[in-house]
């Protein structure tokens, strides 16, 4: 998976072993209402390394969130090599306490497309966002495992019902007590230096 920018990282649907199905799924009333409007830097850790970039997140009135991507001048390695505009949709997550929520980014089309899933916790105006390991993942109804090169398997979800529920489970499992915690495979907090990444710095 190519790591020259966080929207192609998340719109790739190429982690091993992660969750998707269509985001169909949801529909605008399942969406929840979270305020993220601002300048957010982005912290993104895949096993091939990590990247920075910054955007500016636009609430759209529907329970959707655009993600403009923002470049900064005089920061080698801190802007998206891509000038991609994304959609972000958290979902609240039946039965787990308020701040967590499935996640999940798609492009800005109106036709219905596979997604990946992720687990978003959002807590003191920083959103993380964890891949679920489908390899973990117990069997159900309304989920089929996919089979990659390589062995890893990939879960596709086929019912909401079926991706809330194991939603909610690995929510028990993120918040369980550990010696040693899961890091979020992406974090975005507001970021610092809005002067540098101003209006005038957005991809035209």
Known sequence: ??????????????????????????APDDLAS?????????GANFPEGSTRQFARFEALGDGRTR????????????????????LLSLVAIPGAANGWYLAFVSEDETEPREVQFYIAR????????????????PRRDGMERLFEDGGSRTCRFTTRDALLDAAREGVAELS???????EPVVTIVPADNEHEIGEDEAPE
Do not use: K, Q
């Not at 190519?2 to 992660?18: E, I, K, N, Q, V």
């Not at 470049?71 to 801190?78: F, V, Y």
């Not at 959002?122 to 993942?137: I, K, M, Q, V, W």
């Open 1 to 26: 998976m190519s790591l020259r920018g966080f929207l192609a990282a998340l719109l790739a649907l190429l982690l091993g072993g992660c969750w998707i199905g269509n985001g169909a799924l949801f």
């Open 34 to 42: 979270v305020e993220l409007d601002g300048h957010y830097e982005i």
């Open 122 to 137: 959002y807590e003191s105006a920083r959103l993380s966002l964890h891949a679920p390991n489908c390899d973990g993942t």
């Open 176 to 182: 369980a007590s550990r010696i040693f915690p899961v």
């Open 67 to 86: 993600i403009v991507p923002l470049r900064s001048p005089g920061e080698p390695g801190a802007e998206f090599a891509e000038d991609r505009e994304a």
